[in-house]
């Protein structure tokens, strides 16, 4: 059975950093692509980072662009996102996935909360 | 970027009736679609993907269809479990983009 625990999730002040991440089992982790999906307080899904399997590529959306990364240790079937400057706005559940055809496995989500 | 235009936004509807919700993209995505069920407090569970596949264990109740630019998830008969939110997804291009959701209430 696929499993995705997200973890590192908090409170952090405006400008602050967090990473999370994601710990995955149940599949070959290194061969899939892995993506990040939130969903601010009381609104829409919204794609945020892939990454590709076996060291492919990393994409962003263009609200987190430049402040996001994204990397994966296939040795130890995890998923990391790091969070640099972080605004009001990135406030939201983040939810790690497992991308097959689309995002097709989804972990429960860690809350992130930025404010003063 | 591709749009998803998702309607209708809300829908009541009875135990039993007939669902169709709709999702148009601004510009064709082939069938690289997937429909989205989430309940409150809950993480999304994917129902549909390539536009028509039933994903495993879900209900056969639900069903997808369309290609292109225009796509369509319908609820054959609407059970008390299927109040929620959903969503459709396009992964045909980056960035990936959701439709705005469509919550369906009880009536």
Same mark, same amino acid.
Request: net charge positive.
């Given at each position: 059975?696929?499993?995705?625990l997200?973890?590192?999730?908090?409170?952090?002040?405006?400008?602050?950093?967090?990473?999370?991440?994601?710990a995955?089992?149940?599949?070959?982790?290194?061969?899939y692509?892995?993506t990040?999906v939130?969903q601010?307080?009381g609104?829409?899904?919204?794609?945020?980072? =892939?990454?590709?399997?076996?060291g492919?590529g990393?994409y962003?959306a =263009?609200?987190?662009?430049?402040r996001f990364? &994204?990397?994966? @240790?296939?040795?130890?079937n995890t998923?990391h996102?790091?969070?640099?400057?972080?605004?009001?706005e990135?406030?939201?559940i983040?939810?790690c996935?497992?991308?097959?055809? +689309? &995002?097709? &496995?989804w +972990? !429960?989500?860690?809350?992130v909360?930025?404010?003063? | @970027?591709?749009q998803?235009? !998702?309607?209708p936004?809300s829908?009541?509807?009875?135990?039993?009736d007939?669902?169709t %919700?709709?999702?148009?993209?601004? !510009?064709?995505?082939?069938? =690289?679609?997937?429909?989205y069920?989430?309940?409150?407090g809950?993480?999304?569970?994917?129902?549909?993907y390539?536009?028509s596949?039933? !994903?495993?264990g879900?209900?056969?109740? $639900?069903s997808?269809? +369309?290609?292109?630019t225009e796509?369509?998830?319908? %609820?054959s008969?609407?059970?008390p479990? =299927? $109040?929620a939110?959903?969503?459709c997804?396009?992964?045909?291009?980056y960035?990936?983009? $959701?439709?705005?959701g469509?919550?369906?209430?009880?009536?």
């Open positions: 059975e696929v499993q995705l997200e973890s590192g999730g908090g409170l952090v002040q405006p400008g602050g950093s967090l990473r999370l991440s994601c995955a089992s149940g599949f070959t982790f290194s061969t692509t892995m990040w939130r601010a307080p609104r829409g899904l919204e794609w945020v980072s =892939d990454i590709s399997g076996r492919g990393t962003f =263009d609200s987190v662009k430049g990364t &994204v990397s994966r @240790d296939d040795s130890k998923l996102l790091q969070m640099n400057s972080l605004r009001a990135d406030t939201a983040y939810y996935a497992k991308a097959a055809y +689309g &995002v097709d &496995v +972990g !429960q989500g860690t809350t909360t930025v404010s003063s | @970027d591709i998803m235009t !998702q309607s936004s829908l009541s509807a009875s135990v039993g007939r669902v %919700i709709t999702c148009r993209a601004s !510009q064709g995505i082939n069938n =690289d679609l997937g429909w069920q989430q309940k409150p809950k993480a999304p569970k994917r129902l549909i390539t536009a596949s039933l !994903q495993s879900v209900p056969s109740r $639900f997808g269809s +369309g290609s292109g796509f369509t998830l319908t %609820i008969s609407l059970q479990e =299927d $109040f939110t959903y969503y997804l396009q992964h045909n291009t960035p990936l983009t $959701f439709g705005g469509t919550k369906v209430e009880i009536k």
